[in-house]
């Protein structure tokens, strides 16, 4: 499994309640990604950030989700181009349905 951190600057001004709007306008497409198995909206007022952390299956799947057309979108959604990290996720704990998994090697 790949974590992607994907940030971004978002325009000067814009309220919490418009950034909420647009993720949710987005989070149905996430939703029913193939390939994604959680993604994280981020918002950051204090810095004028917003992102996503993503959970991968593999990297490829995040390139290929996040490749020319998902950054050209960020561009014009929000006016800046996206920055993306990426950390291998050899464990996930999920004290919410109370699970843990690993990656195969």
Do not use: C, Q
Request: hydrophobic fraction near 40%; aromatic fraction near 14%; charge should be neutral.
């Amino acid at each position: 499994m790949i974590t992607e951190i994907v940030t971004f600057k978002l325009p000067v001004g814009i309220s919490r309640e418009e950034v909420v709007a647009r993720f949710r306008a987005s989070a149905s497409r996430w939703r029913d990604n193939p390939d994604l198995i959680r993604k994280n909206y981020l918002y950051d007022a204090a810095t004028g950030t917003g992102g996503g952390v993503y959970l991968w299956r593999d990297r490829a799947s995040a390139e290929r989700w996040h490749g020319a057309e998902f950054r050209r979108k960020i561009a014009e959604t929000y006016g800046a181009e996206p920055e993306f990290r990426y950390f291998e996720t050899p464990i996930v704990v999920d004290a919410a349905a109370y699970a843990i998994a690993e990656a195969a090697e």
